[in-house]
């Protein structure tokens, strides 16, 4: 629809010129100058319609955008931190605030935990080896992964690099904002990094530093 709109603009724009060269040798010059002024005065009302159409959209996507953050979506608070960090993106600051919002947010000075687990009839937990665990958490709803993150990490059977390697994938890749918060909060603290939860270079910077410390 935009690009129609666009093509239509462009079409009355050279019909517009067209008409004010032919009128150019058919008549008196004080009329060819209203032609041109009228091809002139529609291309820029074309300009200025696709500048405030440009203006509209980028202002849609933005809000979408910004819906989708508070709403868990991983890719949409990515997204707010890159047009937070470019200087010529024209929303810049509401893509600040809002990306610093959702961080604060996502950082509570309160944290609940002890979740309950729902395994299915017949399965023992603890029975589960890290690689089942990891297929578990990697099958199931978002809803349910930050139980499974705390059960993952409270095992000390398992040994706490390969338990902190699983933090570090979720808050690399996971698409619900929540796990990456409760990933990034047992992540931050095993670093001794003192960052937020959702500081998530921050957080990756750090275990590459000390990752080759940890056994």
């Not at 696709?50 to 933005?62: G, P």
């Not at 961080?103 to 017949?122: A, N, T, Y």
């Not at 199931?140 to 499974?148: C, H, N, Y």
Request: charged share 25%; net charge positive; proline share 4%.
């Amino acid at each position: 629809m935009k690009y129609l709109m666009i093509l239509t603009g462009l079409l009355l724009v050279v019909l517009s010129l067209y008409g004010a060269i032919r009128s150019f040798r058919k008549k008196p010059k004080d009329k060819v100058g209203l032609g041109l002024s009228i091809a002139l005065l529609s291309c820029l009302s074309w300009i200025l319609a696709t500048k405030e159409s440009a203006q509209q959209n980028r202002i849609s996507a933005f809000t979408q955008t910004v819906i989708a953050a508070q709403n868990d979506d991983r890719q949409a608070f990515d997204q707010l931190e890159i047009w937070a960090r470019d200087r010529s993106f024209p929303l810049r600051e509401k893509a600040l605030n809002a990306f610093r919002s959702i961080l604060d947010k996502h950082s509570p000075s309160m944290v609940r935990g002890g979740f309950k687990i729902p395994w299915e009839e017949g399965i023992d937990p603890s029975k589960l080896s890290f690689d089942q665990l990891r297929q578990n958490y990697q099958a199931a709803p978002a809803w349910l992964k930050p139980g499974l993150i705390e059960d993952i990490w409270k095992r000390e059977n398992i040994p706490k690099k390969q338990r902190m390697e699983f933090l570090v994938e979720v808050v690399k890749r996971d698409s619900s904002l929540t796990a990456v918060e409760y990933a990034g909060r047992y992540l931050s603290s095993a670093l001794d990094a003192g960052v937020k939860p959702l500081a998530i270079k921050q957080l990756l910077q750090a275990w590459i530093e000390k990752k080759s410390s940890i056994k």
